[in-house]
C-alpha cells in the first residue's frame, strides 16, 4: 500500500521519488505537520494537472483516512500468509522444513538447541557432524531403511568457517570418502584448515570414524605436519624419497594408549562448539521418565503464569552460594534440559536439606513456581529429588487455580528470640505485617509464604562471591499514616518517601559512620554547604547533620576472622579504612542515591548503570551508595573499593538520572 500511495501522488500531483517517500512516511508515522504541508502541495499539483481542487482534496482526505488501517492492514495479511505458509510446510514436510530453518539459523547457538529439540520430539533424528557425510548447511540424509535424518552442517561448529569447509569439501568431491585419517591428510591440505578448526572438528566427534577422539587429539600436529610436508612436496614437483614404486611413504599411527577422556567431558565439548548435545544426551537414559512427569522444559516456561507451581528436570550445571542477611545459607543453580537453561533460586530451609546432595553434571528432578518479579523465568524451588527412578511415580502437579490459598491471619506473629534471630527474616514474619506492606497474598499470587518473605534473600544478590560491594538492609520500619495516598497506581508495595530523612530513617546500619565529633561534623556541613551555594546556584541538595555518637570498633570485630567456604555472616565493623588518610581541611562525604522501581527493570537497570558511570568518572576520597526501595523494603547498595569526588559539575550531570530531593550527602570523618 505505501508504494502505491507513492506512485499515485506522482502521477497525480507530479512528486518526485524523494518527495513521495516523504509523504509515505509523513503518512505512516501520522505526523501532522508535514502531513498539512503535503496536503497543500498535493492539492496544487493535481490541480495543475486538471484535477478539480475538491476532488484533490478528497483523494487526500480518503488516503489519510486509509492509512489509519491500511498500513497495518498490509503487515497483517503478509506476516497471516506466511505462518500460514509454514505451518503447512511443517506439517507436511517436516524434515525439509526443519533443515532449512536449521541452516538459516546455524550461527544462533540458543536457536538451534531449540529447533533440535523440537526435531527430536517430533522424531526426527538430528545426526552429529561428519566429515564423509556432512556439508556447509545442514542437510537430508537419507538412510538405507528408507527413513529421512537432518546431519549437522561442518558450518555449524564454532571456529570453523567458508574457507577450511570449502577444502574439505572440494576433496571429497574430487576423490570420494575419506578412507582413513591417512587418506584425510593426504587429500586435504590441513595448511588450508588451520589447527583450530581441525581441532574443533575433532571434538565434535567430525572424525570420529577414523579414530578416538582423545588419540586424534593427541596426534594433531604430526597429523597436520605429514599434510603440509606432502602438500609442499608436491608444489614443489619431488616424489618419494623412496621412489614411487616403493609404496613406502610417511603415515599416521594413533597411539593405542592415551589419557582416557570421560562421555561426559566429550559431551561438554559439544555442548561448548555447537550448542547442545548431538551424539548423546545425559538425560537420554532416564527421559522415558521425564517425559511422563515433567510439565514444562525451558522453552515453555516464557508461556507459565506467575506463581504458576511446574516440574523441570535437566542436570544441574553449576550452582553458587550466598548468605541472607540472617547468615543462613542458600544457592542460585542453573539448570540445563534439552532445550536450554534454567535459574533455580533455593531458599536456606531448602538448601540445609540437599546442600550435601547437590552436585554439577547430575541429573535432577525440581518443583518450584515461577518467580512472578522476575523478566526472564526463574524458579522459586519447593523440592529437589535427586532419584529420576525413585520419582516415576508422582502424580501430575493440579492447575494453579486447585491449589489452597493461604487463610490471612491463620498464622500468629512470632518474636524472634536471640537464639532464633535467623529465623526472624524469613519465619517469623506475620502475616499481617506482609500484608500491610504488599496487600493481601491471594490477591497478589504469593501462594507460598517462604518465597514472598525471603524476597530480600535474593534481591540484587551478587554474580559472583567476589563483587566488591555489599548489601545492606536499612532498619527504617515506620511507615507514615498517609501511604495508602501517596502515589497512587505506583509500587504500592514500596514505603512511602520519608520528609527529608528524618532521625528514624537514619542508616544505622551502614558500613560508613560518622564519628562521635559534633563540633566538627557542624564545621563539615558548613563548608560543604558553601561549597555547593558557589558551584551550584539553583536549589541546594538538602544535607542532613550527623547526630552525634560514641562509635568504637568492637573487640570481637578487631580481630582477624578466619575465612572458610560456608561461614556466617559476619558483621563488619562501623567504619572502613579510607584509600588515603584525609587532611585536617579536607572533608570526606557520603553521597546517596534514592532509587525506586518504574516498573520497567530494563530502564531502572540501565538508569542504575549509567548514575554508577557517571559517579566513578570523577575520581576522588568520596564515598557513594544507593538506597534501593522495592518490595516493600528498604536496601543500601555501598561500593567500598570505589570512590568519587564530590563537585557543581558531579551534581549537574547527577540531576540527569536523578532528582533534587533523591540526592543525599552528608559529611563523614573516618575513625
Not at 108 to 129: E, F, Q, S
Not at 502 to 530: G, I, T
Request: net charge negative.
Amino acid at each position: 500500500y505505501q508504494e502505491q500511495l507513492m506512485f499515485a501522488v506522482m502521477n497525480l500531483a507530479g512528486y518526485t521519488a524523494p518527495e513521495a517517500d516523504d509523504l509515505r512516511k509523513a503518512v505512516a508515522k501520522k505526523q501532522k505537520e508535514k502531513l498539512l504541508k503535503h496536503r497543500e502541495k498535493f492539492i496544487q499539483g493535481a490541480t495543475q494537472r486538471g484535477i478539480p481542487r475538491e476532488t484533490a482534496s478528497a483523494i487526500f482526505d480518503e488516503w489519510e483516512e486509509f492509512a489509519r488501517y491500511g498500513f497495518n492492514k498490509a503487515h497483517a495479511a503478509d506476516y497471516g500468509k506466511l505462518a500460514v505458509q509454514t505451518a503447512y510446510l511443517k506439517a507436511h514436510y517436516p524434515v525439509e522444513y526443519m533443515t532449512a530453518l536449521l541452516s538459516v539459523n546455524q550461527n544462533d547457538t540458543d536457536k538451534v538447541a531449540l529447533y533440535v529439540a523440537d526435531c527430536r520430539r517430533m522424531g526426527i533424528d538430528v545426526a552429529p557432524p561428519d566429515i564423509n557425510a556432512s556439508g556447509y548447511d545442514f542437510t537430508i540424509e537419507d538412510l538405507p531403511d528408507g527413513k529421512a535424518i537432518i546431519r549437522f552442517g561442518l558450518g555449524a561448529v564454532k571456529n570453523v568457517g567458508h574457507g577450511p569447509v570449502d577444502v574439505i569439501l572440494n576433496a571429497r568431491q574430487n576423490g570420494g570418502a575419506f578412507k582413513d585419517i591417512n587418506d584425510f591428510a593426504h587429500r586435504v591440505d590441513l595448511r588450508q584448515v588451520g589447527k583450530r578448526a581441525l581441532e574443533c572438528l575433532i571434538r565434535v566427534g567430525a572424525l570420529d570414524q577414523f579414530g578416538s577422539r582423545p588419540a586424534l587429539l593427541a596426534t594433531l600436529d604430526r597429523i597436520i605436519s605429514i599434510s603440509a610436508a606432502h602438500f609442499r612436496a608436491l608444489e614443489m614437483g619431488q616424489m618419494s624419497l623412496f621412489g614411487p614404486g616403493t609404496g613406502l611413504h610417511d603415515s599416521i599411527s594413533l597411539p593405542k594408549r592415551v589419557a582416557e577422556v570421560s562421555v561426559r567431558e566429550q559431551l561438554g565439548w559439544e555442548k561448548e562448539l555447537i550448542g547442545l548435545y548431538v551424539s548423546d544426551h545425559p538425560l537420554s537414559p532416564v527421559m522415558n521418565i521425564l517425559n511422563e512427569i515433567v510439565t514444562h522444559f525451558s522453552g515453555q516456561l516464557a508461556e507459565a503464569n506467575p506463581n504458576e507451581k511446574v516440574r523441570v528436570a535437566g542436570i544441574i550445571k553449576h550452582y553458587r552460594l550466598h548468605h541472607t542477611k540472617a547468615g543462613k545459607s542458600m544457592a542460585f543453580a542453573t539448570l540445563e534440559d534439552l532445550q536450554s537453561e534454567i535459574e533455580l533460586v533455593i531458599f536456606p530451609r531448602l538448601w540445609s536439606q540437599v546442600a550435601d546432595q547437590i552436585e554439577t553434571d547430575k541429573v535432577a528432578l525440581v518443583e518450584g513456581r515461577i518467580d512472578p518479579g522476575s523478566s526472564e523465568a526463574k524458579l522459586l524451588v519447593d523440592s529437589i529429588t535427586f532419584d529420576i527412578q525413585d520419582a516415576a511415580g508422582l502424580k501430575d502437579i493440579p492447575p494453579i487455580s486447585n491449589i489452597p490459598l493461604p487463610k490471612i491471619g491463620s498464622v500468629e506473629p512470632v518474636e524472634p528470640t536471640p537464639d532464633d534471630s535467623d529465623n526472624a527474616v524469613e519465619d517469623n514474619i506475620s502475616v499481617e505485617e506482609v500484608s500491610e506492606e504488599t496487600g493481601d497474598p491471594a490477591q497478589e499470587g504469593f501462594l507460598n509464604p517462604e518465597h514472598q518473605l525471603a524476597d530480600d534473600a535474593y534481591f540484587m544478590a551478587p554474580e559472583r562471591e567476589e563483587d566488591l560491594f555489599t548489601l545492606k538492609q536499612t532498619e527504617g520500619k515506620e511507615r507514615a499514616d498517609n501511604t495508602n495516598s501517596w502515589n497512587e497506581g505506583n509500587d504500592r508495595d514500596t514505603p512511602p518517601e520519608p520528609e527529608l530523612f528524618p532521625p528514624d530513617w537514619e542508616l544505622a546500619n551502614a558500613v560508613v559512620a560518622a564519628v562521635a565529633d559534633p563540633l566538627r561534623a557542624m564545621e563539615l556541613a558548613e563548608e560543604s554547604q558553601a561549597v555547593e551555594t558557589q558551584g551550584k546556584p539553583e536549589k541546594p541538595v538538602q544535607e542532613r547533620k550527623s547526630r552525634p555518637e560514641n562509635v568504637a570498633p568492637r573487640p570481637d570485630m578487631a580481630e582477624a576472622l578466619p575465612i572458610s567456604g560456608l561461614v556466617e555472616e559476619t558483621i563488619l565493623p562501623p567504619y572502613i579504612v579510607p584509600p588515603t588518610p584525609a587532611t585536617p581541611d579536607q572533608a570526606v562525604h557520603m553521597i546517596t542515591i534514592i532509587l525506586r522501581p518504574t516498573g520497567d527493570k530494563v530502564r531502572d537497570n540501565l538508569r542504575i548503570r549509567q548514575i554508577y558511570g557517571t559517579l566513578i568518572t570523577f575520581p576522588g576520597d568520596d564515598r557513594f551508595a544507593f538506597q534501593v526501595f522495592e518490595h516493600g523494603r528498604g536496601y543500601l547498595i555501598e561500593f567500598p573499593n570505589f570512590t568519587t569526588r564530590l563537585c557543581p559539575d558531579l551534581l549537574n550531570r547527577l540531576k540527569a538520572f536523578v532528582p533534587p530531593d533523591q540526592l543525599r550527602i552528608e559529611p563523614i570523618t573516618f575513625l
